[in-house]
């Protein structure tokens, strides 16, 4: 069956560094993967679509990258700052459906 | 991208007794979707709601259990019946965005079944 796996334990990092998230997945094919930001309370945000033909994205201070061949993304968060703390959810899709990941909490320390 | 309003926000239940979640969107979408996300979990798709037919349920969600409702375009609910505490969890619904890819969620409903 599909899983997906994401940094179960909370990332600690310094305001100001490079925060790197992972996301593996397998028995999956996904045409695309999305990265969302949930904190306590919310819903998720959308945040980046990379899709299977696109190697790195970027938007603003944020990089997807997606490796089909490693079944793997990593979202890289630059210059990071306490307002980034947060859940990030990694999200493989194809037509018309999405799975989730259980989500790594990062926090950045001031 | 389209505003979801959710309602209500959280609440908490008696064992047996139905909740009627209601998700609002400000523009006219195809699909709906809701979800359920229990603690320390992940989001799980729990049916997608068209309107004018049926929703489509995901494996291990019945109809009996979670009726939904899709009047029209901009409108849905989810109701969670004879709940038990097992059923506590947050619920959430979403739609496609129209640009840039990725999904708008509802700010959630925290239920606690007691």
């Known amino acids: 069956s599909q899983k997906i796996e994401q940094n179960s334990e909370a990332l600690n990092i310094q305001e100001g560094k490079t925060a790197t998230l992972t996301c593996n997945y397998t028995?999956?094919?996904?045409?695309?993967l999305q990265w969302y930001r949930q904190d306590p309370g919310r819903g998720p945000v959308f945040l980046l679509l990379i899709r299977e033909n696109e190697k790195e994205k970027r938007k603003e201070r944020l990089k997807v990258t997606f490796d089909t061949t490693l079944k793997q993304s990593l979202f890289h968060i630059t210059a990071s700052q306490p307002a980034d703390s947060a859940t990030y959810l990694c999200a493989p899709g194809g037509y018309q459906k999405v799975t989730f990941g259980t989500g790594t909490k990062l926090q950045v320390i001031p | 991208s389209a505003v979801i309003s959710q309602k209500p926000s959280r609440d908490i239940c008696q064992r047996g007794t139905s909740l009627t979640i209601q998700c609002q969107v400000d523009s006219q979408v195809t699909m709906m979707f809701w979800y359920r996300q229990q603690p320390g979990q992940s989001l799980t798709l729990i049916a997608t709601a068209n309107q004018g037919s049926e929703a489509t349920y995901e494996s291990g969600f019945v109809i009996d259990k979670f009726p939904i409702s899709r009047p029209n375009l901009t409108f849905s609910t989810l109701t969670v019946s004879n709940m038990s505490p097992e059923d506590s969890s947050i619920y959430l619904c979403?739609?496609?965005?129209?640009?840039?890819?990725?999904?708008?969620f509802g700010s959630g409903t925290r239920l606690t079944v007691v």
């Open positions: 028995n999956y094919s996904p045409a695309y």
């Open positions: 979403s739609v496609e965005t129209n640009t840039g890819g990725g999904y708008t």
